[in-house]
């Protein structure tokens, strides 16, 4: 009698692609899935086709990623450096105006770091603060300060990572 192996399911992650191979044999690529802690529209999709389909070409709305804003405590000012749009343009937005796709994805990508970053710390207030507070491994800038840059959030989500595996950062 031959022995099936059973397959494994990835564990606290979801399947993003399966690879068929041929001949029976499927790949399945997971990854843990943070989107949608602030932004509801991300966190009812399964996987990121269709998060550019929530997404789209015009982007989420402003109401939709308030929360967020709120969170972070980010200005005016701040928030159109991370959008990417001046800040006199946003100061005329409603709740409806769209933040453009870019934009879009750069406060998705902002959410699944403080996803994670809440996953860590183990709860909202405390990452709140780490934020607030000068990092030496980030060049004894606040890590909110990172955020607008172009690689600011890959440099907040690598301290994040560090403390997660016992680093002191």
């Excluded at 994670?116 to 909110?144: C, T, Y």
């Amino acid at each position: 009698m031959k022995s099936r192996k059973k397959a494994l399911r990835p564990l606290g992650g979801t399947v993003l692609f399966r690879i068929n191979f041929g001949s029976g044999k499927i790949k399945e690529l997971a990854g843990k899935e943070r989107q949608g802690y602030f932004i509801r529209e991300a966190s009812k999709v399964r996987n990121l086709v269709e998060l550019n389909d929530v997404i789209g070409s015009a982007g989420l709305t402003l109401k939709a990623v308030r929360s967020l804003i709120d969170y972070l405590g980010l200005s005016q000012d701040q928030f159109a450096s991370i959008i990417g749009f001046s800040t006199r343009t946003v100061s005329r937005w409603d709740d409806e105006a769209a933040i453009g796709a870019l934009g879009s994805k750069a406060l998705i990508d902002i959410d699944e770091l403080i996803g994670h970053g809440i996953e860590v710390m183990g709860d909202a207030d405390s990452f709140k603060q780490w934020l607030d507070q000068p990092n030496q491994a980030l060049g004894d800038l606040r890590p909110l300060e990172l955020l607008p840059k172009p690689y600011g959030v890959a440099l907040v989500h690598d301290a994040i990572e560090a403390l997660e595996y016992g680093n002191v950062m």
